[in-house]
């Protein structure tokens, strides 16, 4: 049976031995209460309790496992981006919440967009036993998941992509987000629009700039592509990973003999960064500003930043979902779930181009 972590005046751990018979009842009925039996009766169960907490024993839930017959560890690890994004922690809530319904606890950790990092975490994860794996993809560490999917650790990836068979995903729709957003600007007669996104092996960054460009094409300088006006002599800045890089990039861009009159922002840490640059300038109520994922503090203001919004707390929920149904016998094809953005309209996305 498991022991426990304290010790006792011989130098040893409690045990569930010393736990049934200060309760007075048999070392199986322990077994039962510790490990989540129903078959226990409540008085019992209670007696149990009670001289598990006078003794200090504490369950060892890992060794528990060795014991059960599916291996389980009732553990699920989740890999993100960074924790510290508003994003990221409102989707490890989420994901968090609906675990500890079922008893399960939730491991993380943050890749930061670094595949090594990512791949040490798959990893330790794995070896750990985690009954399964929710990831943020970088999109650079396939072979570690692969690895773990080989071990028979169900996956789930979130917010991204992967190039790998018989993952489930679930993803919000970026490209149509983004498309829809940069349509009110060219609606409101902006024609110099520069996009800043973040690094391009980042799938999203990819499907966000793609429906950028779906109305704004770049094309030769004087020609009209045929989706749409020609944007060629607007930024596309790629690779932003901060919002000090965000800032200064737009303070170059605005610097510019023709700067542009509005910006698309494909992430909320740059969307943050390209603000700071225009309030700098005395330019937040001239130059249009929208950006992708809402920030604390964006409706506060003024304007306030219009948004393409997404719900990462139903993003953590699908995904535990699609998770929770491959840790209960699920064996199917790989499901992808799309969830909708919406768009959130402040002010600074409503802001009219300059006549003429």
Excluded at 59 to 88: C, G, I, M, Q
Excluded at 268 to 293: C, K, M, P, S, Y
Aim: without cysteine.
């Amino acid at each position: 049976m498991a022991e426990g972590r304290r010790q006792t005046g011989a130098g040893r751990s409690v045990t569930m031995r010393d736990v049934a018979e200060r309760a007075g009842v048999g070392l199986a009925t322990v077994s039962r209460v510790v490990n989540g039996g129903a078959s226990v009766a409540p008085d019992l169960a209670d007696k149990v309790r009670e001289a598990a907490r006078d003794l200090g024993y504490r369950h060892d839930a890992t060794a528990s496992s060795l014991r059960r017959a599916d291996r389980r560890t009732d553990t699920v690890a989740l890999v993100l981006e960074d924790v510290a994004n508003p994003f990221s922690s409102a989707l490890q809530r989420a994901i968090t919440d609906a675990a500890s319904e079922r008893g399960i606890l939730v491991l993380s950790g943050s890749s930061d967009e670094n595949p090594l990092r990512e791949r040490d975490l798959v990893e330790t994860f794995t070896a750990r036993r985690a009954d399964g794996l929710i990831v943020v993809p970088t999109g650079r560490a396939d072979d570690a998941l692969r690895a773990a999917q080989s071990f028979g650790t169900p996956l789930v990836a979130v917010d991204r992509m992967v190039d790998l068979t018989g993952v489930d995903t679930v993803t919000v729709d970026n490209r149509e987000g983004t498309a829809a957003a940069a349509e009110r600007l060219r609606a409101a007669g902006h024609r110099r629009v520069a996009y800043f996104g973040d690094q391009p092996s980042i799938w999203t960054a990819g499907e966000r700039l793609a429906g950028f460009f779906d109305v704004f094409p770049q094309t030769p300088a004087g020609s009209v592509g045929p989706a749409g006006p020609a944007n060629a002599a607007i930024p596309v800045v790629r690779g932003l990973t901060s919002i000090e890089q965000a800032e200064q990039a737009a303070r170059e861009a605005l610097a510019a003999p023709e700067p542009p009159t509005a910006f698309v922002s494909g992430q909320n840490l740059i969307t943050i960064g390209i603000r700071r640059a225009l309030q700098e300038a005395g330019l937040e109520h001239r130059i249009a500003l929208v950006g992708f994922d809402d920030f604390p503090l964006a409706d506060l203001l003024t304007p306030g930043v219009s948004v393409i919004a997404q719900d990462p707390a139903q993003l953590g929920r699908e995904a535990a979902s699609l998770l929770f149904a491959r840790l209960d016998g699920y064996e199917g094809a790989a499901r992808h779930t799309i969830v909708p953005t919406r768009y959130i309209a402040r002010g600074s996305g409503e802001i009219p181009a300059p006549a003429g």
